[in-house]
T-cell receptor, first 113, second 114 residues
Framework: AQSVTQLGSHVSVSEGALVLLRCNYSSSVPPYLFWYVQYPNQGLQLLLK??????LVKGINGFEAEFKKSETSFHLTKPSAHMSDAAEYFCAVSDVYGNKLVFGAGTILRVKS | DAMVIQNPRYQVTQFGKPVTLSCSQTLNHNVMYWYQQKSSQAPKLLFHYYDKDFNNEADTPDNFQSRRPNTSFCFLDIRSPGLGDAAMYLCATSRDRGWVETQYFGPGTRLLVL
């Protein structure tokens, strides 16, 4: 079964510092991976997705993620954190049939001034 | 702007009193999903509609039902809400099913059961 594991339920960085949110996947088929962001009391917004076209995927708001098959990872990064990046981030993988997303437990990002 | 709309944003109901949450979309997407997200947890899919075809997740309780009268609207009915059903309910849409399809989420309805 498809699954994702997000390491670290909470991550705290200083404004201007590198953001690194970790996601590892388990998949019986070539995975299709997504990162979503959720601001308090709001729905999820797509940041980026991996569809096998390129291993380095650029998304909105300066985020990017690199697919590493050898490490079964799809970590999310941003070179310089901004206060507005404070939110919860979910990594997700499509299920085997492509009928649904399987989400990780989420990582709450805190940005300190 | 094309979007996914959920009403109301907050819903309070009483234990055992039926409640309906609504979702509408202007994206003209074929697929509509309902997720349940409990506090500090990941969203969990309850069911989805592919056009008029209803697809229930195996572990979705019978207490939860859904209707999709047309392309634009989808409803989540909770027949007898329990305290454990208090959660954020997220509606999402996608153009089609498939591994690379992006799901677009509404803002959610937060349900409180008293």
């Amino acid at each position: 079964a498809q699954s994702v594991t997000q390491l670290g339920s909470h991550v705290s960085v200083s404004e201007g510092a590198l953001v690194l949110l970790r996601c590892n996947y388990s998949s019986s088929v070539p995975p299709y991976l997504f990162w979503y962001v959720q601001y308090p009391n709001q729905g999820l917004q797509l940041l980026l997705k991996y569809t096998s076209a390129a291993t380095l995927v650029k998304g909105i708001n300066g985020f990017e993620a690199e697919f590493k098959k050898s490490e079964t990872s799809f970590h999310l990064t941003k070179p310089s954190a901004h206060m507005s990046d404070a939110a919860e981030y979910f990594c997700a993988v499509s299920d085997v049939y492509g009928n649904k997303l399987v989400f990780g437990a989420g990582t709450i990002l805190r940005v300190k001034s | 702007d094309a979007m996914v709309i959920q009403n109301p944003r907050y819903q309070v109901t009483q234990f055992g009193k039926p409640v309906t949450l609504s979702c509408s979309q202007t994206l003209n997407h074929n697929v509509m999903y309902w997720y349940q997200q409990k506090s500090s947890q990941a969203p969990k899919l309850l069911f989805h509609y592919y056009d008029k075809d209803f697809n229930n997740e195996a572990d979705t309780p019978d207490n939860f039902q859904s209707r999709r009268p047309n392309t634009s609207f989808c409803f989540l009915d909770i027949r007898s809400p329990g305290l454990g059903d208090a959660a954020m309910y997220l509606c999402a849409t996608s153009r089609d099913r498939g591994w690379v399809e992006t799901q677009y989420f509404g803002p959610g309805t937060r349900l409180l059961v008293l």
